[in-house]
Nanobody, 129 residues
Framework: QVQLVESGGRLVQPGGSLKLSCATS????????MAWFRQAPGKEREGVSC????????LYVDSVKGRFTISRDSNLNTIYLQMDSLKAEDTAVYYC??????????????????????WGQGTQVTVSS
């Protein structure tokens, strides 16, 4: 049974940093691309970043390039999203997700939410002074 559990969200001041975690179980991270999405109040869910170990591909939405870093700890079956230089517009519920297409890299699956099958419950990130 695939399970994804996010943690690490909290209130942080603009310009601050935060590291989100997504603990996974029930599948092999080596074969499936993982992604972070976010959804702000009144807005559609937006893809933030993707990581595929299979082909070493990484993808970021333009608004977070240079500020966010996706990574993985294979020993812990956990992926992370390091968020630096946070802005008010980064405020959202952040979700991690994976798919059912083994071997597909981020360049193929992209940051399209309907291509991802399994989702965590989300963690709230609020950037405010």
């Amino acid at each position: 049974q695939v399970q994804l559990v996010e943690s690490g969200g909290r209130l942080v001041q603009p310009g601050g940093s935060l590291k989100l975690s997504c603990a996974t179980s029930g599948f092999d991270l080596d074969f499936y691309a993982m992604a972070w999405f976010r959804q702000a109040p009144g807005k559609e869910r937006e893809g933030v970043s993707c990581l595929s170990i299979r082909d070493s591909s990484v993808l970021y939405v333009d608004s977070v390039k240079g500020r966010f870093t996706i990574s993985r700890d294979s020993n812990l079956n956990t992926i992370y999203l390091q968020m630096d230089s946070l802005k008010a517009e980064d405020t959202a519920v952040y979700y991690c997700a994976t798919n059912t297409y083994p071997g597909l890299g981020c360049g193929t699956i992209g940051l399209v939410s309907k291509r991802y099958t399994y989702w965590g419950q989300g963690t709230q990130v609020t950037v405010s002074s």
